[in-house]
């Protein structure tokens, strides 16, 4: 079975740096796409950013383009997000997922895998 971990989140204040990681195992290889989202209490999950395996297109949500920084390794199977410049409102519980459609897809339902997800919290 495919299987998401992430790992890296925690404590900031405004204008501090994170580095999240997403280990993934399993039948990832099937996936075409990798992806972040986030979620804050009371609100609907959103898009952050995605990746491809096959390559290095990037696309970013406009809240988060100039800051944040999507990676892969495909040796470590491993997908990073790099959060520079933090602001409160990037305060959620971010996720890592996986798709395995070819097309680039920002809605989370597309998605067919989840880590766990790990809490961001940004202080002001």
Same mark, same amino acid.
């Given at each position: 079975?495919?299987?998401? &971990?992430?790992? $890296? $989140? $925690?404590?900031?204040?405004? %204008? %501090?740096?994170?580095?999240?990681?997403?280990?993934?195992?399993?039948?990832?290889?099937?996936?075409?796409?990798?992806?972040?989202?986030?979620?804050?209490? %009371?609100?609907?999950?959103?898009?952050?950013?995605?990746?491809?395996?096959?390559?290095?297109?990037?696309?970013?949500?406009?809240?988060? &383009? $100039?800051?944040?920084?999507?990676?892969?390794?495909?040796? &470590?199977?491993?997908?990073?997000?790099?959060?520079?410049?933090?602001?409160?409102?990037?305060?959620?519980?971010?996720?890592?997922?996986?798709?395995?459609?070819?097309?680039?897809?920002?809605?989370?339902?597309?998605?067919?895998?989840? %880590?766990?997800?790990?809490?961001?919290?940004?202080?002001?």
């Amino acid at each position: 079975q495919a299987q998401l &971990k992430e790992s $890296g $989140g $925690g404590l900031v204040q405004a %204008g %501090g740096s994170l580095r999240l990681s997403c280990a993934a195992s399993g039948r990832i290889f099937s996936s075409r796409v990798m992806a972040w989202f986030r979620q804050a209490p %009371g609100k609907e999950r959103e898009f952050v950013a995605l990746i491809r395996w096959s390559g290095a297109n990037t696309y970013y949500a406009d809240s988060v &383009k $100039g800051r944040f920084t999507i990676s892969r390794d495909n040796a &470590k199977n491993t997908v990073y997000l790099q959060m520079n410049s933090l602001k409160p409102e990037d305060t959620a519980v971010y996720y890592c997922a996986a798709d395995r459609h070819i097309a680039l897809s920002t809605v989370a339902r597309d998605y067919d895998y989840w %880590g766990q997800g790990t809490q961001v919290t940004v202080s002001s």
